[in-house]
């Protein structure tokens, strides 16, 4: 992978940006992680090429790709946030620091799924983009597993399957999805993988050389005909939801029958509908399989025209007919969602963070498998909630003008008594700071500490942290009085 790749790639979606900083970027990762190798024996530079270049493909911003260039640099590299900032502005430096406090949240197993999850709609609400890097990260980690040991191998797998990948799906960014789920897929159960791939692959090769290349030709012909300009596509279902399937619905290969499906992809809406009209004359219909989702997009905005009809030798048969936003849209989601929206409008690329959350947020809210705590997390944003992360990467939502004390006693209590400093994003600060929305921040603490000062109920914005101090004040009064008069109880 070069760096004229992503510049090509970003051309190809943003033909008159300036393209100058990702020469820069590279440059300035290729500095920072010379000399650096990955696991597999690689040069270093080769994932940030590979993450940057998975956002160029999703139609990702200049900022954005620039910030999957230098991603991995404040963690990894003699490089800070700071020089970032500096080199690249405070747009691409806010990504990676958004990415690097993500990275920071671990994967404690199934039964904190949920947690997980939380967290990553928490950075998600902040910035969707940081979300988007860390996909691409993700993707490129996936792709080099192979040199990790077995177990780390299949923890990265576990992790994808259960947070990553539904994000990704939520979002519809089903090309991202599906890649990571095959490959988790192969490291979690190769039995399982291997047995499945040969018989798909011999189904695949059977179906396109014959039955699929039978059908091709008699709509080619009928599409022609009417003069509707088209391409036609086979796709195939990834491995992955195959065998969720089988599982789900105990069934065997041979009775799935959505494994391949025709794609039709025309100019405009219209002509969707005329293209189903020609298949509806040409095959009879299974009307229980027809979905219209043009006239209905799903809750992630996915639109197409599904149906099945019993094709020659009646074999039933899956076409799928969409306009070529619409097919990039089930690609790419809302990445590409987004990019035509600010296309239609003007090819600056300039957009700002509020319509991004605005954007996202409502579409989660029309999500209908959305769990509880995104309803949750909207209510938070809208009303007055700011999130801050520990050092160890994990958030916690608190009301707006907190301090670093009601972060210490939401951690706990101890830590909230013996508090004596804060450190904010890597600056000391004072006790009674008004903490921001996205604060990394790390509590000085002193085990000698007698225990909270009267003056901290002055400042304190949550109800716990205010009965937690009178509750330590209360406890060392009495201390007090037994210290001095030892036989009270
Ligand atoms: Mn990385």
């Avoid at 022609?224 to 195959?242: D, G, N, T, V, W």
């Avoid at 019993?310 to 070529?324: A, L, N, S, V, Y």
Wanted: charged share 30%; hydrophobic share 40%.
């Amino acid at each position: 992978m070069t760096i004229s790749q992503i510049i090509n790639k970003f051309k190809e979606n943003h033909p008159k940006a300036d393209v100058t900083m990702l020469e820069l970027a590279y440059e300035f990762a290729l500095k920072a992680h010379s000399g650096q190798k990955r696991k597999s024996g690689e040069p270093y530079i080769q994932h940030c090429l590979h993450t940057a270049f998975v956002l160029a493909q999703i139609k990702a911003d200049l900022a954005t790709v620039i910030a999957g260039l230098l991603h991995d640099i404040p963690e990894d590299t003699e490089y800070t946030l700071a020089d970032i900032e500096k080199n690249f502005g405070a747009e691409a430096a806010t990504l990676v620091e958004g990415v690097t406090k993500l990275s920071k949240i671990k994967y404690r197993g199934v039964e904190r799924y949920r947690e997980s999850l939380r967290k990553m709609f928490l950075a998600m609400a902040r910035d969707l983009r940081v979300i988007l890097i860390k996909f691409a990260d993700r993707l490129h980690n996936l792709k080099t597993l192979e040199s990790l040991p077995l177990e780390k191998r299949q923890r990265i797998a576990k992790e994808t399957l259960e947070i990553y990948a539904p994000i990704a799906g939520l979002l519809g960014i089903w090309g991202l999805k599906w890649q990571m789920e095959d490959i988790c897929f192969q490291h979690l159960y190769p039995e399982e993988y291997k047995k499945l791939e040969y018989t798909y692959e011999v189904k695949r090769k059977f179906e396109n050389t014959q039955y699929i290349q039978k059908v091709k030709n008699i709509l080619n012909a009928k599409l022609r005909e009417a003069a509707i300009p088209f391409e036609l596509a086979s796709r195939f279902k990834h491995l992955y939801s195959i065998y969720q399937k089988m599982q789900k619905k105990n069934r065997k290969f041979d009775e799935i029958y959505d494994v391949f499906a025709l794609r039709v992809i025309v100019p405009d809406i219209a002509n969707c509908y005329k293209v189903l009209g020609i298949i509806h004359s040409l095959w009879r219909p299974n009307l229980n399989r027809f979905k219209d989702y043009i006239a209905v997009p799903k809750p992630n905005g996915y639109r197409s025209l599904h149906t099945t009809v019993f094709g020659p030798d009646g074999k039933p048969t899956e076409f799928q007919i969409r306009t070529k936003e619409m097919d990039e849209g089930a690609k790419y989601g809302i990445a590409a969602h987004w990019y035509y929206k600010i296309k239609a409008k003007n090819d600056n690329g300039l957009r700002t963070q509020p319509a991004w959350i605005k954007e996202i947020l409502k579409i989660q809210k029309e999500t209908e498998d959305a769990h509880d705590f995104i309803k949750q997390i909207k209510f938070n944003i809208f009303h007055d909630r700011i999130f801050i992360f520990s050092p160890k990467g994990d958030v916690f939502d608190l009301p707006e003008g907190a301090t670093p004390v009601d972060f210490a006693y939401t951690v706990h209590t101890d830590v909230g008594n013996q508090a004596v400093g804060a450190i904010v994003n890597d600056k000391i600060m004072p006790l009674d700071a008004e903490l921001k929305n996205g604060d990394l921040v790390e509590i000085i603490t002193e085990k000698k500490r007698r225990g909270p000062s009267r003056d901290w109920l002055k400042f304190v914005k949550t109800a716990s942290a205010r009965d937690k101090i009178k509750q330590n004040l209360k406890n060392t009064v009495m201390d007090n009085i037994k210290r001095f008069i030892p036989n009270i109880r």
